[in-house]
């Protein structure tokens, strides 16, 4: 009984009219059971179908008998047959489709003394379509013989709605069993559909179906109403049913209390390399002797007017031999889109496996990093967690054509770049924040690199000896445990202006947003919907991107 749901669901999914008689003729496989049904009735083809070498195989004689189709024998110097526009000659082991010569393997193959055509060959040897189905493991293949053809059949289209009338913010659900007469597979394009409706009134719903050939469906509509009486506003509507990573409308935003933040900083020191952010020429962008737990950011772009790239040397500055370990790195080079340098780094880092660890000899020095090729104009962004035994010294350096395969050699020559004075470059020794918030019942929001309500790291530009302030906190990390939080939705706005980057939540890792930037603080990023107590966030602000941004809590009605 299984496997007869299976096959009428199939064709109907793809458009089949049980009730009308047609000369196509619809062959339904099941490769898991090896079941074949045609036009909806049980056929037993034998020997039965297979699935080999992930290929689908069908015996060539009982199918071509049951969808009609002659077998020509043919004595072209050597036996074979003719399927359509195949020909086949096992015992050349060639075959030949439309006049070119193929190996026999391509389109089948002979087992226990029977040729198997594969679905693909019985396809292009009829001009059918084929259909496959990976969660049920079903093809479908359809097949119109020339003697039969008259005018290609249009699509009919049929929808129904699951009410005729319905409250403001109640989800329409539709149910679209239109079909194609031909079995061809369907397109669907619906005028006034809407997933829920936030004004009253009529509302007509058209459907129009077009078929793989071309052809449309005359357009089917049917007529629902909205009554006043309201089920969820649109806010209500999406943070209850908007999948995550979708934004929604929200003109509150701005007006959410602000949430009172447990603050702690621990200690990870953070190397930032991105001042000047225009690199002119050749030179030192940065550098410092450190030990311990490291992250380096360096963010760069190239206005040499030569090709050029960024190297990150490590040198051992003390005494005794040290171990230094990249724990993850990601890096985007080669890239005019600052927002994409960013985004896709973080993505990298937090996806990336540990590298080897190395030795470092005292007075060694080794190349740590090098970008690819960055063409005038373009970009790099490179994130890293390192770790390191004792003291190095890790320099940043930006190398025009002709000096890069030379970086140890001339860093003792190169000039130390001046600070651009708008970006910031220096060693922040506190680069982990801890915060603790506990919701409320109404909405409310967390604010992220504005200075005031999450303060700057504060460092110093080992270069020159001045104290530095990191507004923005980029490259710093931020665990953010939410006490409270069964029942709530968290989102994400931007508000200094573009952004593009990445969260983890609860340990997932989720970009902020999946394509392009966000944009509007009117228009957050649905998250994540909680169901347990506690919840864990982490955050590292995405550089090419505008501080600050908003975590917006709320509340689902109802629980």
Known sequence: ??????????????????????????????????????????????????????????????????????????????????????????????????????????????????????????????????????????????????????????????????????????????????????????????????EAYFTPGERVITLVATNRAGLSSEPFTRRIQVVPEVLYTPLAYALRFYAPGRTFPDPGVLAYPLLEAVRQDEPLTLLLSNSPEQVPTSGLLYADTVSGPIRLLAHHVNATGRLARLVVLASNAGAAPLGLGVERLGETAATRVVAVLGQGSLLDFWQAQPGEEMRLMPGQTLVLYRSAPLAPGQGVHLLADLRVTGPATLSVLMLEEGLWDQAMEVLPLLPSLEPDGTHVRGTFPSALRHLQVDLGTTPSRLVLGDGVQDPPLSGTDALTGQTVRLRGNYGATYRIEVQNARGSVVAFSPRGGPYAGAIRINGLLWPLPANGVLLQPDQPLLLHRETQDRLSLEFIPAPGSFLPVSLLFYRLEGG
């Open 1 to 194: 009984m299984g496997i007869l749901r299976l096959g009428l669901a199939f064709l109907l999914g793809f458009g089949w009219a049980l009730a009308q008689p047609i000369a196509t003729r619809q062959l339904l496989l099941d490769l898991g059971s090896g079941a074949a049904f045609l036009n909806g009735a049980p056929l037993v083809l034998l020997p039965p179908p297979r699935v080999v070498g992930g290929r689908a195989l069908l015996p060539l004689r009982e199918t071509a008998r049951a969808l009609g189709v002659e077998l020509e024998s043919l004595q072209n110097g050597a036996a074979g047959v003719r399927l359509g526009r195949l020909e086949l000659y096992p015992g050349s082991n060639t075959a030949r489709l439309e006049g070119r010569e193929l190996a026999l393997g391509e389109v089948g193959q002979v087992i226990e003394g029977v040729f198997f055509i594969t679905a693909r060959g019985l396809e292009a040897a009829l001009g059918a379509t084929l259909v496959y189905d990976p969660a049920q493991r079903a093809l479908l293949l359809s097949y119109t013989p020339p003697a039969s053809f008259r005018e290609p059949n249009r699509p009919v289209a049929r929808f129904l709605t699951d009410k005729t009338v319905y409250r403001i913010g109640e989800p329409v659900r539709v149910v679209n069993y239109s079909y194609d007469p031909d079995g061809q597979p369907l397109a669907f394009n619906f005028t006034g559909l809407e």
